[in-house]
């Protein structure tokens, strides 16, 4: 894992906005490239003018919708027996699967917006919305929304990671340790609202005549 890492964070430092398109395709597909060593270390980029804010927030959700529908088409198109059968060689189990499946059944379209936002699910909610033939519209939409702002996250967090400790950049574990302790109360509040979101889906549910 350490070599990857080093192999990703290099990737973002000599890649560009090619690398980060690159790696958030696969952040968002079956491979496991945890998207807080791609952002943040390009915003610390950014924070040195090599490249700018905006461009890594809008890389980063290209790569993730490029990542996600091509993951939604291929889910769509094998189908879920396949899946589960072949699935635990690119690490997809079936536990995985079902807790996918169980959050998109849950949450709705919603679900896949919320599911940018925490890990687990982020780079799994696109088979099952595939499988169950998710309408692709409302599927690129919710997802290039939550995409956008994952991204936004990881690079406000990657700025502040440079101003305060501008030597995190020559350490990829340092920056996926500094980024999982300050996003803590980001996923609290995602929680938050993901629960505030079922509970509307309930109040608005009709109620069945007895």
């Known amino acids: ?26 952040e968002s ?26 461009g890594v927030v809008l890389a980063g959700m290209l790569g993730s919708y490029l990542g996600s529908a091509m993951t939604y088409w291929a889910s769509r198109l094998i189908g879920r027996p396949l899946i589960v059968k072949y699935g635990r060689f690119v690490l997809i189990t079936p536990k995985k699967l079902e807790r996918a499946e169980h959050w998109l059944a849950r949450y709705e379209a919603g679900g896949v917006f919320f599911a940018r936002l925490l890990p687990v699910v982020r780079h799994l909610i696109s088979i099952p919305a595939g499988i169950v033939r998710m309408n692709f519209g409302l599927f690129s939409f919710v997802t290039i929304a939550g995409s956008a702002l994952w991204c936004l996250i990881l690079a406000y967090l990657g700025d502040k990671a440079y101003r305060i400790e501008p030597e995190l950049l020559t350490s990829p574990e340092a920056v ?15 929680i938050l609202f993901a629960a505030l979101y079922l509970l509307t889906l309930r109040l608005m549910k009709p109620r069945s005549c007895s």
């Not at 560009?16 to 790696?23: A, D, H, K």
């Not at 924070?47 to 700018?52: C, I």
């Not at 996926?176 to 995602?190: A, P, T």
């Open 1 to 26: 894992m350490h070599h990857l890492l080093e192999t990703w964070f290099g990737w973002v430092l000599t890649g560009g906005y090619t690398g980060i398109i690159v790696l958030m395709a696969m």
């Open 29 to 54: 597909s079956i491979f496991p490239v945890p998207s807080e060593v791609v952002i943040p270390p390009a915003a610390f980029l950014a924070a040195q003018g090599k490249l700018s804010f905006a």
């Open 176 to 190: 996926v340790r500094f980024i999982h302790g300050q996003s803590r109360g980001i996923l609290l509040l995602v």
